[in-house]
């Protein structure tokens, strides 16, 4: 178990600070998908934010700033040596379920409970927190007991921490949280050797519940007509199909090529909030089919780079880490182009690197310092 | 596995995590491969149908309203025409505050004069991109709304649209209103020419595409659209209607019809005999143009404000419609003795009589088979020659000359005058003739006497007058016509209206007889209650029972006069119907004739027909008043003197201060000039007396009593028992001493 001293003095970090081996394809990358999700944020945001902030820059001064403050919290991180989180995981998963239980009591907008009103980050969201507070507490339990995880007792210790971030993420609601947090916790799990008949009967249990509720009781009944006939509730309810009508209105206009680079017409008011959720419609609508295989592709890159790190890493806290943060970013990147390609009901999820936003931008850049911490220390090769 | 060496205890990744890193990644990349897979068929196979789709959100499609043309009349005097004003259009969508809501409905709802609650309302519709809130408005209002809209910052929200659009106006208001008719809220002409020439004057609409953004703003430079197609303006009308002589028709017309409480009002139609073109024609009650749904008439007003819950709204309704009918063309009635005119022609063309040699007897009733008519005369005219009966208007000698000609020969020349056909005016909705309505080639005898003195028959105005213009021009019938040209928007012709002679029905010699016993008849015998100085008017009176039981149990007449003038050459005919008067005398000689009177002496001058006096009218003629003032007294006198004119002097001063009539104005013969010779005598005001009533001398006397001029029109020179029956100056109006009031006289003999 997870104070078992054998076990833990081989993951005792060294030191504190660990700053060799810079990884430059890793920043390479990253740096990529920043700055063209600045460019594309800038594109898509101008319009929207000169008619309802009197001000074409709004959106990008604030994200150029985000990315500043998220750049140093990256390098910051990445000279920190990633064995000290052991000390740390378990009390984030704490702060992190706090802070979940306390959104729940923040006044809601439209009835959604997820942000915290803070003075100087604005709104913060307690469950971009959780991601990561179930990433450390699963590569620690994992890389601690790797041997026991097998067993059926660990199989519910762990669900049960998965299940309470994932209840109290539901009941904001904020179902593409949630997923996401399922997904995270779902691949770490199996990665590090979970009992897999019961993950198995577990996840067939899940896909059982969630189409219990959705076909026979009703749940989301809107999302999901919209979701399959998307034209046909527009024309009912213009407001209702809205968001998801617009966003195929967008990339169905880019063809292979698409209208050109800030020529979306779809950004100038008719999508909401185009520098959010819905800020790779108006990618796919500039530059076609060819521009978002593009962005896929780089995203790519950095989840192989993401992976090598993993398979490289010096341990399994800082594989399990490396595995959890890049499966993050594959996830979230997974759901945000299936929504707005409406390949699955609409939860609003924002693009990593691209959608505006302060919380989310500057986390997922301190996780990809943790990211870089963990390659400092791994391997060149693996047999 | 077995190569992994890195020990059982090693804390090192194992081989097996990277294996399920994999398998676990591959699911995933799975997943994406099955979204990139959707986004292909999204974004290339169905690439069309969505940008067609987004396209048209993009793009806004203004229909651009097209001019409708005007409507001149004859002169170039324009009778309707449209003008341009703006349409108000809120998109509630865009408004994102419940304060913007607040402020819109508390300060527009002021600026356009709208009910603030409604606007409100309207307000709240958060889905609804197009809201009208205001149409028809004018420059200086929309002038202020542009302001509020860009003092308070609402000039880029697209809340509010303002469109230019074409408001109908007719300068006139109620002048020619049943023949212009007017259009509905859309411009679609409704009643009269602007329904039967709507194609004409409405035009093509254009379009206006151009590219808008979500809230219906602007798109930026870089992604504006415009596409106009131009929309093509309508023709414009150029009317036969002289708006002149439509408003001495209307002037005349109206004061019988009030004078006489008429309750089924009143037509007059004036025709160019030779051209067929309609001159004026007028009916009242009529409405107003400018707010054709408000009912006009006071009376009918005052009797439906005393109904209530269904029974008002009906009555309002039948009220509406009927004042928009233009009884001219649309209602049928019985003619009476005015169709004498054409038994006199028919009888002479067939020789059945002639003018000189043919005598009648009338002992004041006639025999056909069972049946008596009377004549309007209990104890008959007696022996009688044919412009005799014409004159005395004798229903016996008529029925004689029907049974003569017979029914055959009678529906022929019945035909023949168009009585059973639509004329064919240019204009909506002419009522049809049907069998019902007349009798047919098999008439019995006594329907060939009813028919012959113009009984138990129906017919429209319009064929009546187009009938008495084959009469006036020699024989043809013509199609009459109120539309005389079309005109592009740049002025050009497009078409001209041709006289149409559809055939002739009488000789020319015949029309001639008739036309000389007419006007004899006006001159001193039964129809001279349309005697106009100066010129030779030929006409006929006519008064019907109608036969309609009303509901009152009173007996009640269409009374009508036909006329045409000069004699010699008939350049125009008048005709006048009053349908229901309720004055004590009702015969059409006293309804119709003096509105037939007052039209032709005003309209005959201005037509530029020059007139004939007779030795006896010239002598009763005007003279031009000399211009004495600052003269002496003295001399004064004998200037006017000089001019057949008496004097009357007021104050006591010696030279003339001011003079009434002033120099240069026209009055009778034997006027009287009153001089005001001191300060305190300048100006001295009298009362007009009452004149109506009086016979000429009369007249006369109570004129020179008051020092008042009076100019005297219609009869009443040569009739001893004709009375005054309008004076342009009404009882106790306040005129300076010496001023001219003109009178008209009329006789009270009663000729059906």
Known sequence: MANEPSQLSHAKPSKIFYAKNFDKFLFLFVLLLLVVGLMCLFSSSHAYANYYENDSYFYIKKQLVFALIGLLVMFAASIVDYHIYHKFAAMFYGVSVFLLVLVLAMPSSTGVHRWIYLPVINNFQPSELAKFAIILLFAHIISLNYKSMGNTKMFFITMALLGVVCGLTIIEPHLSGTILLAGIGIIMLFVGGINRPLLGLCIAAGIAAVAFLVFVKGYEHDRIEVWLDPMGTFAKDRDQAWQTVQSLFAIGSGGIVGLGIGNSRQKHLFLPEPQNDFIYSVICEELGFVGALIVIVLFLCLIIKGLSIARRANDKFGSMIALGITAQIFIQLLLNIAVVTNSMPNTGIGLPFFSYGGTSLIMLLGEIGVLFSVSRQAKKRVK | ?752
């Open chain 2, 1 to 752: 596995m077995a190569q992994d060496n890195r020990g059982k205890n090693s804390t090192q990744p194992t081989r097996q995590m990277w294996f399920r890193t994999l398998f676990s990644f591959v699911i995933l990349g799975l997943f994406l491969l099955a979204i990139i897979g959707h986004l292909f068929y999204i974004q290339v196979i169905q690439n069309e149908y969505w940008s067609t789709q987004a396209v048209s959100q993009q793009l806004n499609d203004i229909v651009v309203s097209p001019h409708r043309g005007t409507i001149y009349d004859r002169n170039g005097t324009v009778l309707a025409e449209s003008m341009q004003v703006w349409t108000v259009i809120m998109a509630p969508s865009n408004i994102k505050q419940e304060e913007t809501r607040e402020k819109i409905a508390d300060n527009v709802s002021k600026l356009l004069d709208i009910d603030r609650d409604e606007l409100y309302e309207k307000t709240k519709r958060s889905e609804s991109q197009y809201e009208k809130i205001a149409s028809k408005l004018e420059y200086p209002i929309v002038e202020k709304l542009t302001k509020w809209i860009e003092d308070n910052e609402l000039d880029n929200t697209g809340i509010f649209r303002i469109v230019t659009d074409y408001k109908r106006t007719y300068p006139f208001g109620s002048l020619a209103s049943t023949v212009i008719g007017f259009t509905g809220t859309d411009y679609y002409g409704l009643y009269g020419l602007e329904a039967e020439y709507n194609e004409t004057l409405s035009g093509v609409a254009g379009r206006l595409v151009t590219a808008q953004n979500g809230v219906g703003g602007d798109m930026p430079v870089t992604l504006t659209y415009e596409k106009t197609v131009d929309a093509e303006n309508g023709n414009n009308l150029v009317l036969s209607i002289d708006s002149n002589i439509q408003r001495i028709a209307e002037k005349y017309l109206e004061e019988s019809v009030i004078n006489n409480a008429v309750t089924n009002r009143g037509v007059s139609i004036v025709m160019n005999v030779k051209t067929g073109a309609i001159l004026a024609m007028a009916v009242k009650g009529d409405f107003n143009l400018n707010d054709p749904w408000n009912v006009q008439d006071k009376s009918v007003l005052t009797t439906i404000a005393k109904l209530s819950g269904d029974a008002k709204n009906k009555a309002l309704v039948e009220a509406r419609q009927k004042q928009w009918v233009n009884k001219c063309v649309s209602e049928f009635y019985e003619p009476g003795s005015v169709f004498k005119i054409f038994t006199s022609c028919m009888a002479l063309e067939e020789g059945v009589a002639d003018t000189k040699t043919t005598t009648f007897y009338c002992p004041g009733y006639k025999e056909v088979e069972d049946s008596t008519i009377v004549c309007w005369r209990s104890w008959g005219h007696g022996e009688q020659h044919f412009p005799d009966i014409i004159s005395n208007s004798c229903n016996p000698a008529f029925i004689t000359l029907g049974l003569a000609l017979g029914g055959e020969r009678f529906y022929k020349y019945f035909v023949g005058f168009g009585f059973t056909e639509p004329t064919g005016i240019d204009t909506l909705s002419e009522a049809i003739s049907n069998p019902g309505l007349y009798h047919g080639i098999d008439m019995s005898n006594v329907d060939v006497a009813t028919s012959s003195i113009g009984q138990t028959f129906k017919i429209t105005p319009i064929q009546m007058i187009t009938a008495i213009s084959a009469v006036a021009n020699g024989g043809y019938l013509l199609e009459p016509y109120l539309v005389s040209e079309i005109k592009d928007d740049n002025g050009n012709i497009i078409s001209t209206t041709n006289t149409i002679k559809k055939r002739q029905v009488v000789s020319t010699e015949t029309t001639k007889q008739v036309t000389e016993m007419l006007a004899a008849a006006v001159n001193g015998g039964g129809s001279k209650n349309v005697y106009v100085a100066g010129y030779r008017v030929a006409g006929k009176s006519g008064t019907a029972d109608k036969t309609e039981t009303r509901l009152d149990g009173s007996n009640t007449v269409w009374g009508s006069f036909g006329t045409f003038a000069p004699a010699d050459d008939p350049v125009i005919a008048c005709l006048t119907i009053i349908d229901e008067p309720h004055s004590s005398n009702r015969y059409g000689s006293h309804v119709a004739g003096p509105v037939c009177q007052g039209i032709l002496s005003e309209a005959l001058p201005y037509l530029g027909v020059e007139p004939v006096y007779t030795a006896e009218e010239l002598a009763s003629l005007s003279t031009t008043t000399p211009n004495v003032t600052g003269k002496e007294v003295s001399t004064a006198n004998t200037i006017i003197a000089n001019n057949d004119l008496d004097v009357h002097i007021l104050g006591n001063g010696k030279t003339v201060l001011e003079q009434v009539p002033e120099s240069g104005h026209s009055i009778p013969r034997g006027g009287t000039v009153v001089l005001f010779t001191d300060e305190e005598s300048v100006g001295t005001i009298v009362t007009v007396p009452k004149f109506i009533g009086m016979t000429l001398s009369q007249a006369n006397t109570t004129a020179s009593k008051y020092h008042l001029n009076i100019d005297v029109t219609g009869i009443g020179l040569e009739s001893g028992t004709a009375t005054c029956v309008r004076q342009n100056w009404q009882e106790g109006a306040r005129l300076e001493m010496g001023s001219v009031i003109q009178l008209t006289f009329a006789t009270q003999d009663s000729i059906a």
